[in-house]
């Protein structure tokens, strides 16, 4: 039996019950690949995965191979197959994790050609936080041009795509962002970046100036509260961490959305990065082994932008 490594967890609780394992190497069913991951990425979703958070929104089976986000090439095809051949760049969400392994077997309904014009690898940031930052845009937020947005959270993995689609879709960008991101975040399109951890938002930008409110970070009650009042009368709320309450007297709707898979939509970012339109910027790199780390360094807060995670780099 061929064997590879991959990072599981047997168990939920914190960092240390990720395990980097060898498992058999799987082979892939009707309607399946096998794809050689040149790349997973890190979403903070996963280390609530990991930690039982998740248990009965997303129940896993354990022992559970985490990685949701693939990048890679396809080394062998399942029968009924005939969507993608063998050696073809892949990149997709796939659903049930597993691409935090060598190899990973994927349903092709998920898959979508690599973008050509950037490294495989750091192809596998764009699935979660792409497919997130689309649908937060344009399916929730609906953001047309002219309109003003206030992106909160444009620092992370998920902001940066939504502060370049919202530029994409014509909008005027207010971000927030701490120093470490000012600058990406500026080269992502944020026409004004207020620094978080230096102003109260509230005193930067007065009550009722934004028509739409992209919330991408966890907020206490009263932060929420406070964001909210920022929308103008008639405005929009969409939030993909703590759902933020409607202001049903001013017409202000409030949305919470969970992101859903997508192909139609992931090919569509697949384009706009071929286009040059999307960037994909990746923060940092690591290899397979340093997972449990990473997961330490996201819940200290102490990671930005997108972080990809490399199996066959020992
Ligand atoms: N609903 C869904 O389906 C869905 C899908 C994807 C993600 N999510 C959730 O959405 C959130 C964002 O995901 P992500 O991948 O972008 O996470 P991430 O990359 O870990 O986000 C980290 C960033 O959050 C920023 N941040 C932290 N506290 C902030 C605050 N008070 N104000 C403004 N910015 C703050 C930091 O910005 P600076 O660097 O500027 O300090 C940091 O760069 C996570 O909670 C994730 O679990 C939900």
Redesign the pocket.
């Known amino acids: 039996m061929t064997m590879m490594k991959s990072a599981r967890i047997h168990a939920y609780g914190d960092a240390s019950v990720i395990r980097y394992e060898n498992v058999p190497r799987p082979r892939p069913a009707h309607g399946e690949v096998l794809v050689r991951v040149a790349a997973t990425s890190?979403?903070?979703?996963e280390?609530?995965l990991r930690a039982g958070l998740l248990r009965t929104f997303l129940p896993v089976d354990l022992p559970h191979t985490l990685g949701w986000d693939v990048a890679g090439t396809v080394t062998e095809v399942g029968p009924g197959v005939e969507r993608f051949t063998v050696g073809d760049r892949v990149i997709g969400r796939l659903d049930g994790g597993g691409a935090a392994a060598e190899y990973v077997r994927a349903p092709v309904a998920v898959l979508v050609g690599a973008p050509e014009s950037i490294p495989l690898a750091n192809a596998a940031a764009l699935p979660?936080?792409g497919?997130?930052a689309w649908?937060a845009v344009f399916e929730h937020g609906r953001v047309a041009a002219g309109q003003r947005v206030l992106i909160?959270?444009?620092?992370?993995?998920?902001?940066?795509f939504v502060t370049q689609l919202a530029k994409y879709a014509g909008a005027q960008v207010i971000a927030?962002?701490?120093?470490?991101?000012?600058e990406?975040?500026r080269r992502q399109g944020a026409d004004h970046v207020v620094?978080?951890?230096a102003v109260p938002?509230g005193a930067a930008l007065g009550d009722g100036q934004v028509d739409t409110l992209l919330n991408?970070?966890?907020?206490s009650p009263p932060?929420a509260a406070a964001l909210a009042r920022l929308v103008r009368p008639g405005g929009r709320i969409v939030?993909?961490?703590?759902p933020i309450e409607p202001r049903p007297d001013a017409g202000v709707t409030a949305l919470?959305?969970?992101?859903?898979n997508d192909v139609a939509q992931l090919t569509a970012l697949v384009e706009l990065v071929d286009a040059g339109t999307v960037t994909v910027d990746i923060?940092q790199s690591h290899p397979l082994t340093a997972l449990p780390d990473v997961h330490r360094l996201?819940e200290a807060?102490r990671?930005?932008?997108?972080?990809i995670i490399l199996p066959h780099q020992h």
């Open positions: 890190f979403n903070p979703s280390a609530a979660v936080a497919l997130t649908q909160n959270g444009a620092g992370g993995g998920v902001g940066g927030t962002a701490g120093a470490r991101s000012a990406a975040v620094d978080y951890t938002l991408l970070v966890p907020l932060d939030s993909i961490a703590t919470h959305m969970v992101t859903r923060s996201s807060g990671t930005r932008g997108k972080i």
